[in-house]
T-cell receptor, first 116, second 114 residues
């Protein structure tokens, strides 16, 4: 069983809706990540939080807004999405040792998003 | 040139065959290396970390060649259940910012046939 929990597992939304994806881990990992994955493609990094601060934003459109309220939680707020944003959104976490994100990435099961 | 490159396959092999995948990376300042397995419509799961001395876990053997900047995965005695996409992941230091980032290869699809 994965130790990273994502909700919801499935989400269908219209282009004018506002919704949020949630991710939680209790492994004490201080690095958390959002990835986007389209069919038959590898996961594509969107955001990285290190010690609850945004450390990497891979030029993601502002209709995706990440939030890290505490060391266990990571949210992705969605607003005015486009149909091409339909994908599997994966949350992951890892250790930070000596200031370096390191060790394996632990993934949640993902939230499958469909934008109509 | 992509930062991490893999042959996308598909590799179609009979049960019991030995199959090898390679992955090359572009940045010599790479810290750690992994093979992940991803089943259709599921999340990636760690198969093995890859260490400089090489490492083995049952039918799976991983090797790292830092001089040539590639990693490999060998699967012996393939099972039907090994059918999946195998993703090479490199934790790589970004030249400009000095931060580390996990970069995924495109993945190699394996189908083991009965």
């Amino acid at each position: 069983d994965t130790e990273v929990t994502q909700t919801p597992k499935h989400l269908v939304m219209g282009m004018t809706n506002k919704k949020s994806l949630k991710c939680e881990q209790h492994m004490g990992h201080r690095a958390m990540y959002w990835y986007k994955q389209k069919a038959k493609k590898p996961p594509e990094l969107m955001f990285v939080y290190s010690y609850e601060k945004l450390s990497i934003n891979e030029s993601v459109p502002s209709r995706f807004s990440p939030e890290c309220p505490n060391s266990s939680l990571l949210n992705l707020h969605l607003h005015a999405l486009q149909p091409e944003d339909s994908a599997l959104y994966l949350c992951a976490s890892s250790l930070i040792i000596a200031g370096v994100n390191t060790g394996e990435l632990f993934f949640g099961e993902g939230s499958r998003l469909t934008v109509l | 040139r992509k930062e991490v490159e893999q042959d996308p396959g598909p590799f179609n092999v009979p049960e019991g065959a030995t199959v090898a995948f390679n992955c090359t990376y572009s940045n010599s300042a790479s810290q750690s290396f992994f093979w992940y397995r991803q089943d259709c419509r599921k999340e990636p799961k760690l198969l093995m970390s890859v260490y400089s001395s090489g490492n083995e876990d049952g039918r799976f053997t991983a090797q790292l060649n830092r001089a040539s900047q590639y990693i490999s995965l060998l699967i012996r005695d393939s099972k039907l259940s090994d059918s999946a996409t195998y993703l090479c992941v490199v934790n790589m230091k970004r030249r400009v910012t000095g931060t580390y980032k996990y970069i995924f290869g495109t993945g190699t699809r394996l189908k083991v046939l009965a």
